[in-house]
Nanobody, 118 residues
Framework: QLLLVESGGGLVQPGGSLRLSCAAP???????????MAWYRQAPGKQRELVAL???????NIADSVKGRFTISRNNSRKTVTLQMNSLKSEDTAVYYC?????????WGQGTQVTVSS
């Protein structure tokens, strides 16, 4: 299990941008690079859904609903993963969760609220 610490949520107007960051401060480098890192979100009354995933080698999987607007990146040496969110829409409002997954482990952050509203 990894300790994951998220930051960067908040309130933004439609069309605006936010950057979410997730750090694994207690992970050692060799362990961190074993994990796929991802961002999920959960809106009120809806199931948690995958937003974006990045493998240790940098391959990405982006949900169709955010493709072209969101970008995921990771810095293995700093043990961080970032979700850059542009052209935000009201339907992007949700709690966003950082996730770290390997074949033996699945860890979640505490979640950070993103609200898109005028």
């Amino acid at each position: 299990q990894l300790l994951l610490v998220e930051s960067g949520g908040g309130l933004v107007q439609p069309g605006g941008s936010l950057r979410l960051s997730c750090a694994a401060p207690r992970a050692i480098f060799s362990v961190y690079t074993m994990y796929d890192m991802a961002w999920y979100r959960q809106a009120p009354g809806k199931q948690r859904e995958l937003v974006a995933l990045i493998t240790p080698g940098g391959s990405t999987n982006i949900a169709d609903s955010v493709k072209g607007r969101f970008t995921i990146s990771r810095n293995n040496s700093r043990k961080t993963v970032t979700l850059q969110m542009n052209s935000l829409k009201s339907e992007d409002t949700a709690v966003y969760y950082c996730n770290a997954q390997s074949k033996d482990s699945n860890s979640w952050g505490q979640g950070t609220q993103v609200t898109v509203s005028s």
